[in-house]
């Protein structure tokens, strides 16, 4: 539990110093390829750009397809899984037939047209990850839904009269705090990764800075300056590492009885 | 049973069918249109109407797209726009190669990760799981440019991309054979490690969580050595969900290999899939979207028909 407080707290942490250093617009040209110095903490790359300034820059596009990207889910996924939980069979099954064919979407392979397509705007690539990925979160919030509506308190709340909408609102989503933040972190995760391997292919949004983009040109320089590299590949393991911890559900204690 | 499996195809043929027309709606609402996708934004008065009326573009989006999907359910892909050929002849010389990667990642996944995590349930330590979930973390691509490091410009032993040597081509036979292989072996591994992780993971879960159970110290008490007891006795009932996870992840499997065989300058399925959707050649962008779809399906529905036969609880007429 604690590695999992510390891990999202870096994270938000590490976002949030994003979000409040990160230069708006290009950054300033230096010489190219500086090692490490007091001026330049990491070093500039091929171009000449401080990438300390880069990685920040890069860093908050990512929040920005993440973050939007865990929204889009969160929502449709929310309503789907309790919508499905406590609406007529019909809707169950249906919402839960096009969360089976919405899963088994080939995912990157539709983002890499809208990229080519549409142009790999950050916009356009959050709203497709984000329309195909809450059926994980569904099937979660359902089934924890489902647990829900046999406690006591929720059969109380039916028998007193409440409607579908009071229970979901008042009842349901307070408690599903807990999947849904779990879920809400693997959507997180994966939309990072998704739109940093977007940009290594080189459809990423040409307008902002992607540490999956620099990652792949910082290879072609390698042998030039590691630091190029070096940065960019640190920040995405870091980061998919913090989502992975934070997300990461609770081990059980070896001494749980079955 | 057979009842089930039909209904299973019969949906997934309905889900690569949803998907295409995803595909398809993209395309068709493309800023500019397909005709000038295909055409270019130049040329004589009339030239967009004839260029339109050959590929039947001139018609109204629905009846295309009816059109197009009445075509896929018959087995018809169309033709390439930008190469004249067929999109079945361009998927079917890509496909190989990128099935080759795929199920040899999910193969080394499977095997590996049931192995190291079988040996990561022995002991106490926590070291295993830490390592484990770290290595897991790793995007495949950062994974690729390691191993590219590591093994073929700091040891020289394994080729960086590509999978032949263009300066002394094997002629065939066995050599050939090995000149993929060592190919091959990089990016296998970039593309396993993920999934090798997971399943190394949710098997020592798995063998642990049997350990525990009284059959096991009935094994045990009857003589078994604590090691014979985990591999003969628990192991086994941990694996159905390593098939299963196998199975399902094959749709993420073909993903990933996108991104490996850019970043190994492999000639495969997602190769063709990127420069044909950078080109606006939509009847190749929508034949590799059905062909992988349909991949990911086929290997659910396998999984499906397996696992009553890995595990015989699973049957319809058991106990």
Do not use: K
């Not at chain 1, 349901?172 to 779990?182: F, G, I, K, S």
């Not at chain 2, 499977?110 to 990561?120: E, N, Q, S």
């Not at chain 2, 939509?282 to 396998?302: D, E, Q, R, S």
């Amino acid at each position: 539990m604690t590695a999992r407080r510390l891990a999202v707290l870096l994270l938000l942490a590490f976002y949030a110093a994003c979000l409040v250093f990160a230069p708006a617009g290009a950054l300033p040209a230096h010489a190219a390829l500086l090692p490490p110095s007091l001026a330049h903490p990491l070093g500039t790359d091929e171009l000449g750009r401080d990438m300390l300034l880069a990685l920040l820059q890069a860093g908050r596009s990512s929040l920005l397809v993440a973050g939007v990207t865990t929204a889009v889910a969160l929502v449709l996924g929310l309503g789907a899984g309790v919508g499905a939980a406590i609406g007529p069979p019909l809707l169950d099954e249906v919402l839960m037939r096009l969360a089976e064919i919405v899963a088994s979407l080939p995912v990157l392979l539709l983002a890499v047209l809208v990229a080519a397509l549409f142009g790999g705007s950050a916009w356009n690539l959050a709203l497709l990850l984000g329309l195909t990925r809450w059926p994980l979160l569904a099937r979660i919030l359902r089934a924890e839904t489902q647990a829900l509506l046999a406690r006591e308190y929720l059969r109380a709340a039916w028998a007193l009269g409440a409607t579908p909408g009071h229970v979901a609102l008042r009842h349901l989503v307070p408690n599903l705090a807990a999947p849904l933040l779990a879920g809400a972190g693997i959507v997180f995760g994966g939309a990072v990764l998704a739109e940093a391997a977007l940009a290594f292919v080189g459809l990423g949004d040409p307008d902002a800075g992607s540490w999956g983009r620099m990652v792949a040109q910082g290879f072609a320089v390698m042998g030039l300056g590691w630091w190029v590299w070096l940065w960019p590949a640190a920040m995405l393991v870091l980061v998919s590492g913090l989502v992975a911890v934070a997300a990461a559900p609770p081990e059980q204690p070896a001494s749980t009885p079955r | 049973m057979i009842g089930l499996l039909v209904r299973r195809a019969a949906f997934g043929v309905v889900a690569v069918l949803a998907a295409a027309s995803l595909a398809f709606l993209l395309a068709w609402h493309a800023p500019g249109g397909p005709v000038v996708g295909l055409a270019g934004e130049s040329g004589a008065p009339g030239y967009l109407e004839e260029v339109a009326a050959r590929y039947g573009l001139d018609r109204p989006g629905t009846e295309v797209w009816l059109g197009w999907m009445g075509h896929l359910l018959r087995g018809d892909f169309g033709t390439s726009w930008r190469e004249q050929r067929p999109v079945v002849a361009l998927i079917l010389e890509r496909l190989p190669l990128t099935l080759g990667l795929t199920i040899s990642a999910a193969v080394l996944a499977a095997l590996a990760g049931t192995v190291l995590g079988t040996m990561a349930a022995a002991g106490t330590a926590r070291w295993p799981v830490a390592l484990f979930s770290a290595l897991h973390a790793l995007p495949g691509y950062i994974v690729a440019q390691g191993l590219v490091l590591v093994f073929a410009l700091w040891l020289g032993v394994l080729p960086v991309q590509g999978i032949a040597d263009a300066r002394d081509p094997a002629a065939g036979g066995v050599a050939l054979l090995l000149e993929r292989v060592r190919h091959l072996v990089l990016p296998v591994l970039a593309l396993a490690l993920h999934q090798l992780c997971f399943v190394a993971l949710l098997v020592r879960a798995g063998v642990l969580a049997q350990m525990r159970l009284p059959y096991v110290t009935a094994a045990m008490a009857r003589g078994r050595s604590r090691r014979a007891a985990r591999w003969r006795h628990a192991l086994p009932h941990a694996l159905l969900p390593v098939a299963s996870l196998t199975a399902a992840r094959i749709g993420a499997l073909l993903g990933g290999a996108l991104v490996i065989e850019v970043a190994f300058a492999l000639p495969g399925l997602g190769r063709l899939a990127v420069t044909a959707a950078l080109a606006r050649d939509h009847p190749v962008v929508i034949g590799t979207v059905v062909v992988a779809c349909a991949i990911a399906w086929a290997a659910n529905l396998l999984a499906d028909l397996a696992a009553p036969l890995a595990d015989p609880r699973l049957r319809r007429d058991a106990p």
